[in-house]
């Protein structure tokens, strides 16, 4: 009888294991829909990731995170309300609530993952710390800036990386350190230091937006550190955390299948792909179910904000000012590492 209980035990746990059950919703998300509008941070003003026009609309790579959950939950991409905060504000305002959730250039870390109370979601864009320098310094080489001036954000991953950079090669590296981007750029330009350091995106985006001339600016070639980049969210709310991480995934995953923002629909009514018509909500699975969310959650969002690869070709790519190659931030069947888990 002993043997049988056990044999019966075992049977109704491995039966748990596989039972799908809903994500933990907590105040985050519940607030978000009573609300009615998600309230996102984001930088100061970061061209191709994070920056209002001259009317106030913001637009980047991150702003497009914020419109793609704000389709999933609130079915309306315009749904959202951005808070433009400096790095050192950052995980402070979302700590406090004064923030739904952080898509702000932010660099994934294992202090900031943690020890603060947050969680971050995936990774949006790969990137690195670099250097630049004025053509005219004749520097071709970071390793060539011994006993340089150079102007850095206070409050980030760069002035700990700079500082490693310094000591690691001895090369007496004085940082002038700012409070925000803004002041440290302006800082660079006018003349103040002798370099520059950022994430290389950053680079790219700063020296075409407020160098004068930018072909007088050079980005050094070597990178200084890994610097993953993604949204974050405040722990405690595993529905709401699941909803953000998978619809960063779904982006991913609609650049693999060949789902754009123009065609998704055309797809869900007549593509017999399962895994497309699993993304889309066409099939008789149902993956909303398991994140709180109706069946056409990221049909919305891919036709709001397009997959990820239009995404940087809209804010990033060679067509952009910005000019970033994708490298790194390809899907992983063209040469990158852009990777999302299977979407069913």
């Not at 069946?295 to 060679?318: D, M, T």
Request: proline share 4%; charged share 20%.
């Amino acid at each position: 009888m002993k043997k049988h209980m056990q044999l019966t035990l075992a049977a109704v746990t491995a039966a748990l294991a596989f039972t799908t059950l809903p994500a933990h919703a907590g105040k985050d998300l519940d607030a978000i829909k009573s609300r009615g509008t998600l309230v996102c941070g984001v930088s100061t003003g970061l061209a191709g990731f994070s920056a209002a026009d001259s009317q106030g609309r913001y637009s980047g790579i991150d702003v497009d995170v914020c419109r793609a959950v704000a389709a999933a939950v609130l079915q309306d991409a315009n749904k959202v309300r951005y808070v433009p905060l400096t790095a050192q504000q950052r995980f402070t305002a979302l700590q406090s609530g004064e923030i739904d959730m952080l898509s702000r250039n932010t660099t994934w870390t294992l202090t900031r993952d943690a020890s603060l109370g947050l969680a971050f979601t995936g990774v949006t864009f790969y990137d690195g710390q670099g250097f630049m320098v004025p053509k005219s310094l004749g520097v071709t080489s970071a390793k060539q800036l011994r006993g340089a001036t150079v102007c850095v954000e206070a409050g980030t991953t760069t002035e700990l990386n700079l500082t490693d950079f310094s000591r690691t090669n001895n090369l007496n590296l004085r940082p002038v350190v700012f409070n925000e981007a803004q002041a440290a750029t302006s800082a660079y330009f006018s003349g103040r230091c002798q370099a520059y350091t950022t994430d290389a995106s950053g680079l790219a985006s700063y020296r075409s937006q407020q160098a004068q001339n930018p072909a007088d600016h050079i980005i050094l070639p070597e990178l200084i550190s890994k610097e993953p980049l993604g949204p974050v969210v405040r722990r405690g709310d595993d529905e709401f955390f699941a909803i953000v991480k998978w619809v960063g995934f779904a982006m991913l995953e609609a650049e693999e299948l060949g789902i754009t923002a123009a065609n998704a629909d055309k797809m869900r009514a007549e593509s017999k792909n399962p895994s497309v018509m699993r993304l889309l909500g066409a099939g008789n699975e149902d993956t909303g179910k398991l994140l709180g969310l109706d069946k056409e959650w990221a049909l919305r969002a891919i036709k709001a904000v397009g997959n990820y690869g239009e995404q940087f070709e809209r804010h990033l790519g060679p067509k952009t000012p910005i000019n970033l190659p994708r490298g790194m931030n390809n899907l992983w069947n063209n040469g990158g590492i852009m990777y999302a888990p299977p979407a069913r």
